[in-house]
């Protein structure tokens, strides 16, 4: 029990230091009660401390029915890498002396091609994907698995150490695009689950750290947005 307290205490600490002192449903490893009696649509709605602009371009891709009915996987972005990479876009802009742009400016197919990266078909909690090692990918590769509209990410549960002892400590979903280097896993962009297994009505939610970069490249959304604002 000593080792579980401490186990809490430490998480908590570090999650109170990233998100800024948000509450306890942001705490590594979910609620006590991981259910919510609404939709995912109605869930992001409902916090828009953390999810109000990715509502809205939920709402610009054509994805509302979606989270309302289909079900599915959420790996969901916070609005903290949105700001991130619209301020890196209209940087861009600021520089090549063209005018700032909001989210609405973008169409409907540029928040589609990022947000289907996110988006796997099914309920998939935390406990249902492999382990996965960056220091030992031959023994736990995790999966490949394809997104809403083709994307390829790695998702596999990182069995973290606790004490010196390996693979001992809390298990953390971590995602990774691993297109990017086929040839050498480490050398991929990834991004770690902050909150697993939120449970609304017609699917799951695992939240992303506010450290992601959007579309997990660097400035390829830039570039992609900018294509389209040509």
């Keep these: 029990m000593k080792k579980i307290f401490r186990w809490t205490l430490v998480l908590t600490c570090i999650v109170t230091l990233t998100q800024a002192c948000k509450k306890d449903y942001y705490a590594d490893g979910g609620l006590a009660n991981p259910h919510y009696n609404g939709t ?35 790996f969901a972005p916070t609005d903290d890498v949105i700001r991130v990479a ?74 973290t150490s606790y004490n010196g002892v390996e693979a001992v400590g809390p298990r953390i979903l971590m995602v990774t695009d691993v297109t990017f280097d086929p040839t050498n896993f ?15 009505k017609n699917g799951v939610i695992h939240a992303l750290s506010i450290s992601h970069q ?9 570039r992609i947005a900018g294509d389209y604002l040509k």
């Design 86 to 159: 619209m301020n890196d876009l209209n940087a861009e802009r600021y520089f090549t002396m063209k005018d700032s742009v909001k989210i609405s400016d973008l169409g409907p197919e540029v928040w589609r091609k990022f947000l289907s990266m996110y988006i796997m078909k099914g309920k998939r909690v935390a406990g249902s994907f492999p382990r996965v090692s960056t220091e030992n990918i031959t023994a736990f590769p995790g999966i490949n698995y394809i997104m809403l509209d083709g994307y390829i990410l790695n998702i596999g549960l990182e069995y």
């Design 214 to 222: 959007f579309g997990f490249r660097r400035g390829e959304f830039t």
């Design 40 to 74: 995912i649509y109605d869930y992001l709605t409902e916090k828009k401390l953390y999810f109000d602009t990715i509502k809205q371009i939920i709402d610009l891709a054509g994805l509302k029915d979606m989270m309302t009915s289909d079900t599915i996987t959420f």
């Design 186 to 200: 480490r050398n991929n962009p990834k991004v770690r689950v902050v909150s697993s297994d939120i449970q609304p």
